[in-house]
């Protein structure tokens, strides 16, 4: 029995198994399966209220998921599936409270992995999925990292490889009458809109619905993690090294020339390989046990919208 098999074969039998997506590795169970799906939230520790997302192997099965699914959204998978984006959709009277917390809407996406896609299609059927880690914290990129951070609650992870993307998927609320990204991802916006024929709305409203990774508070390491401006950070180093703090940097090393035995993880000036690079970075300066991170913030402009986005929520959580 291969790998993808046993992992199929598991996850009909209601364990958990964690497998890896172009964004981050998601911690799976069978969506349709409610005893499943509370091992997702007791191993994360995740509120009951917070839904997930639903993994689909492919488009054909939106019926099986939501009801009066406007034709944009056929255009959007077509679009984009496989790939980074969940779209809000109104839910299929057979969902259950625990996958949408409640709500009437319900998150479904196609990942762009091929391992991912061989055990959607082995198992036939959705696969709730959030990121294989405690709730809050940084999300893995890795096999190890979920095997670090939940270890005997997997009951399997399936290996492939660093993600591509390495920041959580596009979310798109279609359930009202515009279409509106509740949380930034890589994907242009430029692009969505050009299969909308509009631009899309930009952050939730208070008649939103709740989606993964919208809390204020989220994506944190333990240490605690400040955001400042590049041209602030050697300034905020004085200040925390005068009293006495332990602090790793996460910056062009160019800035921290001055400075001796400051650990510094490098950051790339490319979005794209910033965010591919981010989590990784964060565990990796986590694990030093020191006071502080450091972060310079990125340019504030729109290929940086997501980075951004989850540089101030894991600041925000880490205090």
């Not at 979920?146 to 997997?154: F, H, I, S, T």
């Given at each position: 029995?291969?790998?993808?098999?046993?992992?199929?074969?598991?996850?009909?039998?209601?364990?958990?198994?964690?497998?890896?997506?172009?964004?981050?590795?998601?911690?799976?169970?069978?969506?349709?399966?409610?005893?499943?799906?509370?091992?997702?939230?007791?191993?994360?520790?995740?509120?009951a209220d917070h839904p997930l997302i639903v993994h689909l192997p492919d488009a054909?099965?939106?019926?099986?998921?939501?009801?009066?699914?406007?034709?944009?959204?056929?255009?959007?998978?077509?679009?984009?599936?496989?790939?980074?984006?969940?779209?809000?959709?109104?839910?299929?009277?057979?969902?259950?409270?625990?996958?949408?917390?409640?709500?009437?809407?319900?998150?479904?996406?196609?990942?762009?992995?091929?391992?991912?896609?061989?055990?959607?299609?082995?198992?036939?059927?959705?696969?709730?999925?959030?990121?294989?880690?405690?709730?809050?914290?940084?999300?893995?990129?890795?096999?190890?990292?979920?095997?670090?951070?939940?270890?005997?609650?997997?009951?399997?992870?399936?290996?492939?490889?660093?993600?591509?993307?390495?920041i959580e998927s596009t979310i798109l609320d279609l359930s009202g009458d515009r279409?509106?990204?509740?949380?930034?991802?890589?994907?242009?916006?430029?692009?969505?809109?050009?299969?909308?024929?509009?631009?899309?709305?930009?952050?939730?409203?208070?008649?939103?619905?709740?989606?993964?990774?919208?809390?204020?508070?989220?994506?944190?390491?333990?240490?605690?993690?400040?955001?400042?401006?590049?041209?602030?950070?050697?300034?905020?180093?004085?200040?925390?090294?005068?009293?006495?703090?332990?602090?790793?940097?996460?910056?062009?090393?160019?800035?921290?020339?001055?400075?001796?035995?400051?650990?510094?993880?490098?950051?790339?000036?490319?979005?794209?390989?910033?965010?591919?690079?981010?989590?990784?970075?964060?565990?990796?300066?986590?694990?030093?046990?020191?006071?502080?991170?450091?972060?310079?913030?990125?340019?504030?402009?729109?290929?940086?919208?997501?980075?951004?986005?989850?540089?101030?929520?894991?600041?925000?959580?880490?205090?």
């Amino acid at each position: 029995m291969n790998e993808v098999v046993r992992a199929a074969a598991l996850l009909r039998a209601g364990e958990l198994v964690a497998f890896p997506t172009e964004t981050v590795y998601g911690l799976g169970a069978d969506a349709s399966n409610p005893g499943a799906i509370a091992r997702i939230f007791a191993a994360k520790g995740r509120p009951a209220d917070h839904p997930l997302i639903v993994h689909l192997p492919d488009a054909g099965q939106l019926e099986c998921w939501a009801v009066d699914i406007p034709e944009a959204a056929h255009g959007l998978a077509a679009a984009f599936w496989p790939g980074p984006l969940t779209l809000i959709l109104r839910r299929h009277p057979s969902v259950s409270d625990a996958i949408t917390g409640g709500q009437d809407t319900v998150g479904l996406r196609v990942p762009n992995h091929p391992l991912a896609l061989q055990l959607l299609r082995e198992f036939g059927g959705g696969v709730a999925a959030p990121s294989a880690n405690r709730f809050g914290r940084v999300s893995p990129t890795t096999a190890a990292h979920v095997r670090d951070e939940l270890g005997a609650a997997v009951s399997m992870i399936l290996d492939g490889g660093p993600c591509a993307v390495g920041i959580e998927s596009t979310i798109l609320d279609l359930s009202g009458d515009r279409a509106r990204i509740l949380r930034p991802g890589m994907l242009d916006v430029a692009a969505i809109a050009a299969v909308l024929g509009y631009p899309p709305a930009l952050g939730a409203e208070r008649s939103s619905p709740r989606v993964s990774g919208a809390l204020e508070t989220h994506y944190a390491p333990a240490t605690e993690l400040q955001l400042v401006a590049a041209g602030e950070l050697a300034q905020a180093l004085r200040v925390g090294l005068a009293a006495g703090r332990r602090i790793a940097v996460l910056t062009d090393p160019q800035l921290l020339q001055a400075y001796e035995g400051i650990a510094c993880h490098p950051a790339s000036p490319d979005p794209v390989r910033f965010a591919h690079d981010l989590y990784a970075a964060l565990r990796e300066l986590d694990a030093l046990g020191g006071d502080l991170i450091l972060v310079a913030a990125p340019p504030e402009e729109e290929a940086w919208r997501a980075v951004n986005d989850r540089l101030r929520r894991a600041a925000a959580g880490s205090k």
